[in-house]
DNA sequence: TTATACAACTTGTATAGACAACAAAAAACT
DNA sequence: AGTTTTTTGTTGTCTATACAAGTTGTATAA
């Protein structure tokens, strides 16, 4: 067992705030309490809530405790939570479509090329999905992920939708941090038929790498937003 | 008013790192050497690290040390990083134009209401700036101050032309986290003029609100983009 | 010369306890 | 009933210590 214990209690928490056992706007068990329950002291417990605090999952005050963070105006999309996890704790109707996949290719897309350490050959899974927030498109994503040690992924459908979440169900694979690259550009064609909006209409792209909790494994996404309605915000 | 150890010793190191004297790129003391530098123990300093890890400062490699990071603008939070994989992130070629002010303004500009929680009349320092990285303007942007206990702040000028450090080393207010929302837009006539594009490119708009150590007191900025050249970047 | 092992660094994880500061509920006092 | 004070429970800060684990340089052996 190499995995620390604070992790542990990170990602424990993290499944009942994100399975809904811990409720929206609802108080966690106390600092102490969790002590008790995981069997550590006040200090290892505090940095895994330190840790939710900085992934947007809770919010602290003194004297008080942690709450579970409430829903949010506009959609926190820089912060690493997964798409499901924010439109739902959103209050929004989010709805997600895979227009392709999942379905194995390499990633022959350049625009990736500065984010990738390693130039391999392998396979990866590959998504295209449009992202509805009440019924208007306002994202058009591909994802690539590595194809390690994933029993089943393609044949199985996603849990609950959310691609996050089957990770960290199905595979133990917690995602944890995200760096990425952020532009205004004018949407191509394709990009502005599936969000609905004029071609050349100003769009923006993220371009993103998810660090999770198995060492060398990373998720790649590009994504198109259509801003018009909603913004992205972050918070650190 | 008392301020905590491990701000004192975040701040302390924050102002060594941004005078320069710990240099870009090269290791800070050893935790150890704080210890005794600041008479804390391990646990404080680290808590003082990790925050200048999270504000972008810093970068940490276990068995290693704590490296000052090499790009620090705007907080860390979101740094200027080079598309065409020439970084140009030092301060030597960056250069910042004031267009207007700092002059007394009230913020009549109506799309900074989703970001602030009291409606109130009063006067605020206000700032129009360009910046340019290696002569090409890449940002516009409109600062909001409150004009609270900011004596001769209009009159004299900024310290080595940085506000962030202007407001630490006179005022003793360390900028110390930041919410943001972000749009692509087209970019307007002026904007498009001063950032030597095309009218209707799009342009990456960045909504801003500041939190600083003084309680209450916060910092507002709106930013126009051009990431044709330069993409912003963002790491959790 | 080239490995290998070791030692001396570094940061990472974790325990155990203490007091301070803040918030909310309970008790005591008008 | 309404107000003030006290108590209780919470998070914030800090000390002191210990061992684990990664990095680097050096001494040793092949």
Redesign the interface.
């Given at each position: 067992m190499k995995i620390p214990l604070y992790r542990q209690i990170q990602a424990s928490l993290k499944e009942k705030i994100t399975s809904g056992i811990y409720e929206e706007g609802g108080l966690l068990p106390s600092e102490n309490d969790l002590c008790t329950e995981f069997n550590a002291t006040r200090?290892t417990v505090r940095q895994a809530l330190n840790e939710l605090v900085?992934?947007g999952y809770i919010t602290r005050q003194h004297g008080k405790g942690s709450t579970v963070s409430a829903s949010r105006?506009?959609l926190g999309l820089?912060?690493?939570k997964g798409w499901t996890e924010v439109v739902v704790a959103s209050d929004r109707h989010g709805k997600t479509l895979v227009l392709e996949g999942p379905m194995l290719k390499k990633m022959q897309n350049p625009i990736f090329r500065?984010l990738i350490d390693t130039e391999s050959d392998e396979d990866f899974i590959f998504f295209k999905r449009l992202r509805l927030v009440e019924d208007l498109p306002v994202m058009y994503e591909h994802t690539y992920i590595p194809n390690d040690n994933l029993p089943n992924f393609i044949e199985e459908p996603l849990l609950e939708g959310s691609l996050f979440r089957t990770l960290l169900i199905r595979y133990q694979i917690d995602v944890q941090?995200?760096?990425?690259?952020?532009?205004?550009?004018?949407a191509d064609k394709e990009t502005a038929n599936l969000l609905k909006i004029k071609t050349k209409?100003?769009?923006?792209?993220l371009?993103r790498k998810y660090k999770t909790s198995v060492e060398g494994f990373f998720l790649y996404s590009s994504i198109y937003?259509n801003?018009e309605k909603f913004?992205?915000?972050?918070?650190?």
């Open positions: 200090m900085r992934e105006k506009s820089l912060s690493l500065p941090s995200m760096t990425q690259e952020v532009r205004a550009i004018a209409s100003p769009v923006l792209h371009l937003c801003t913004a992205i915000s972050s918070f650190n």
